[in-house]
């Protein structure tokens, strides 16, 4: 059964590092997605993405964050500088329609 | 803002009963309505989805909407201790979806 994967599954990182967290969605789904989820907290929607242009983003995701789809198969969420509460585990969901996502196993960040 | 909000629990049933999910929104614009099932240190899996006003069935687990009262619901029939988890109400309305903080469900055996 196809299935979302990201890359890596943890990532340790300095502050005010950039980090470039990676995703690939399953292959014939058209609507991607980012979340966050702090530990022991929500999972908090960041952004979606929909030919090859973010759709919607949520107040979390600053000018220090940035979404590309760079080739057919791969979308990547950029931390530009990274800061403490920045850690979090970052999930990346596909969806073939607009609703019923499915999610990858998620990247583990920590930034120290 | 959009809210969604879940009772955190935990709620403890033991096995062979019927567990009880609540979930009520804030966005009278939502559209779609979705269970996923959370277990720790792991990802978001699909339980079930609702369009619809009324039940949704699906082996041991029916999903209830009411959009007039902005009510959600999850019943799962015949409690597993494999059915400990937290339980997320995820809701959605155009481009993106909001997610309750979850319920923790224990089955005890």
């Known amino acids: 059964e196809p299935e979302v994967t990201q890359t890596p599954s943890h990532q340790v990182t300095q502050m005010g590092q950039e980090v470039i967290l990676r995703c690939v969605p399953i292959?014939?789904?058209?609507?991607f997605y980012w979340y966050r989820q702090i530990l022991g907290q929500k999972v908090e929607f960041l952004v979606s993405?929909?030919?090859?242009?973010?759709?919607?983003k949520s107040e979390i995701f600053d000018d220090q964050f940035s979404v590309e789809r760079p080739d057919g198969s791969n979308f990547t969420l950029k931390i530009r500088s990274t800061k403490l509460e920045d850690s979090a585990m970052y999930f990346c969901?596909?969806?073939?329609?607009?609703?019923?996502?499915?999610f990858g196993p998620g990247t583990r960040l920590l930034v120290l | 803002q959009k809210e969604v909000e879940q009772n955190s629990g935990p709620l403890s049933v033991p096995e062979g009963a019927i567990a009880s999910l609540n979930c009520t929104y804030s966005?009278?614009?939502?559209?779609?309505f979705f269970w996923y099932r959370q277990y720790s240190g792991k990802s978001p899996e699909l339980i079930m989805s609702?369009?619809?006003?009324g039940d949704k069935e699906d082996g041991r687990f029916t999903a209830q909407l009411n959009k007039a009262s902005q009510y959600v619901s999850l019943l799962i029939r015949d409690s597993q201790p494999s059915d400990s988890a937290t339980y997320l109400c995820?809701?959605?309305?155009?481009?993106?979806?909001?997610f309750g903080a979850g319920t923790r469900l224990t089955v005890k055996p």
């Open positions: 969901a596909s969806a073939l329609g607009q609703e019923t996502q499915y």
């Open positions: 292959s014939n789904h058209l609507y």
């Open positions: 993405f929909y030919n090859n242009e973010i759709s919607e």
């Open positions: 966005d009278r614009g939502s559209q779609s």
């Open positions: 609702i369009y619809s006003n």
């Open positions: 995820a809701v959605h309305n155009n481009n993106d979806m909001r």
